[in-house]
């Protein structure tokens, strides 16, 4: 069976992609990984970065003994993938994304960062908070959450993919967003499709940002297709 790996999204861990996984297991030999620092490893040394997340990917295709792999990225997994497919090419075979935001500035990052406060979240949604602390543990989620504020900060100042980044991937791209999703709008990801000299797009339907909010097998059946 064909390899895929499954890459997580911010201030998330690879668990998230357990009811994925399960629907896709029968169809592929399925990869999952925490990015550093998060689902609990330890936190580096180094500011938090995309670049950093997609050596994590490289890492551990060197341990798996893997000379290519296909890859699902969730929101900034699927940013981590993409970049992959840009720098590594001989590494990807093909990627999929979904609810990923693309286009970065200073006014998207901050208008995303504002949202990443720990104090208001402890007080006004106590149950993301308790989510993340079991999510994260034995590290702090405030300061997973810290290093993601200021990652996101440097991506709005400076995008590590440009427009014309898209035109260098050769590999099969399917983009994909959620008709529901307030995040990442429809527009930003077709963008991004009439960019790539091999992709497609999709819009899935009554699917909001959230991963645990979409319908799994609607999702699954896609990519079944994709990579199949």
Do not use: C
Not at 68 to 86: D, E, P, Q, T
């Amino acid at each position: 069976m064909k390899h895929l790996l499954l890459l997580h999204g911010a201030l998330g861990s690879a668990d998230d992609l357990n009811p994925l996984q399960r629907v896709l297991e029968d169809s592929f030999v399925i990869h999952r990984l925490h990015f550093t620092g998060h689902g609990g490893t330890s936190l580096p040394q180094t500011p938090f970065s995309v670049s950093l997340f997609a050596q994590d990917v490289l890492d551990y295709l060197e341990q798996q003994q893997l000379e290519v792999v296909n890859i699902f990225g969730y929101s900034m997994g699927g940013y981590v993938g993409m970049y992959l497919a840009r720098h590594y090419a001989h590494r990807i075979m093909r990627i999929a994304t979904l609810g990923t935001k693309f286009i970065w500035t200073e006014a998207i990052a901050a208008k995303e960062t504002g949202m990443m406060d720990p104090e208001r979240i402890k007080q006004k949604v106590p149950a993301f908070a308790q989510q993340l602390q079991q999510k994260h543990a034995p590290q702090n989620w405030e300061e997973v959450m810290k290093r993601t504020v200021i990652m996101l900060t440097a991506m709005g100042a400076s995008n590590p993919l440009q427009p014309q980044d898209y035109a260098a991937i050769g590999q099969p791209v399917l983009v994909l967003s959620g008709d529901r999703d307030k995040m990442v709008h429809a527009e930003e990801t077709i963008a991004v499709y009439k960019q790539l000299p091999n992709g497609s797009v999709g819009i899935l339907p009554a699917t909001p940002h959230a991963l645990e909010q979409a319908d799994t097998a609607l999702l699954a059946g896609v990519l079944k297709k994709f990579f199949g």
